[in-house]
T-cell receptor, first 114, second 111 residues
Framework: KAGVTQTPRYLIKTRGQQVTLSCSPI?????VSWYQQTPGQGLQFLFE???????NKGNFPGRFSGRQFSNSRSEMNVSTLELGDSALYLC?????????????FGPGTRLTVL | GEDVEQSLFLSVREGDSSVINCTYT??????LYWYKQEPGAGLQLLTY?????DMKQDQRLTVLLNKKDKHLSLRIADTQTGDSAIYFC???????????FGKGTRLSVIA
């Protein structure tokens, strides 16, 4: 079974721009979560989607948004980029509620904001 | 809120056992996980344990859970240079809550 895929793997943007990251979950998984990883803050939860609905949201500003499509693929968007948004963005998929919901991670998208 | 603490660094000699420790504050933590991250890569799930278990063994990996002290450990037997990575402890108190991660322990294996 193919793992979680994330595109693109690397991105360079400038302050003020916006960016969209994509995540395709493991086949059959219906839940997708997004995390931000930085050297200072470590791994922080952004949001989780299940069946196209946001189930949980972390403590991030409204510039960070996401969505999930009917095929369970998910995108996250960051508008008005700031230097502090430079990070590795990780997507994780899991079967969904009712299971142990163990999360499997993709390789991440490394975003650099100049 | 929930907090997960890990020591930042561990150095061991090849062939020795490594023990990575983790403490958590949420007494209702139900699921506890160990993930491995190699340079430039995402997180690889190594193993997990449920709160109704004390120990889980999976090949070279042994997880011990002390619920009273809220302490979790990961033992890697016969540590190899390929085990050099950052190891993250994570917990969640139900299938409906997000994972809470520690800051990670960087394991260096000396040949």
């Amino acid at each position: 079974k193919a793992g979680v895929t994330q595109t693109p793997r690397y991105l360079i943007k400038t302050r003020g721009q916006q960016v969209t990251l994509s995540c395709s979950p493991i086949s059959g998984h219906r839940s997708v979560s997004w995390y931000q990883q930085t050297p200072g803050q470590g791994l922080q939860f952004l949001f989780e989607y299940f069946s196209e609905t946001q189930r949980n949201k972390g403590n991030f500003p409204g510039r960070f948004s996401g969505r999930q499509f009917s095929n369970s693929r998910s995108e996250m968007n960051v508008s008005t980029l700031e230097l502090g948004d430079s990070a590795l963005y990780l997507c994780a998929s899991s079967p969904g509620p009712g299971y142990t919901d163990t999360q499997y991670f993709g390789p991440g998208t490394r975003l650099t904001v100049l | 809120g929930e907090d997960v603490e890990q020591s930042l660094f561990l150095s061991v000699r090849e062939g020795d056992s490594s023990v990575i420790n983790c403490t958590y504050t949420d007494s209702s933590s139900t699921y506890l996980y160990w993930y491995k991250q190699e340079p430039g890569a995402g997180l690889q799930l190594l193993t997990y344990i449920f709160s109704n278990m004390d120990m889980k063994q999976d090949q070279r990996l042994t997880v011990l859970l002390n619920k009273k002290d809220k302490h979790l450990s990961l033992r890697i037997a016969d540590t190899q240079t390929g085990d050099s990575a950052i190891y993250f402890c994570a917990e969640r108190n139900s299938g409906n809550t997000p994972l809470v991660f520690g800051k990670g322990t960087r394991l260096s294996v000396i040949a």
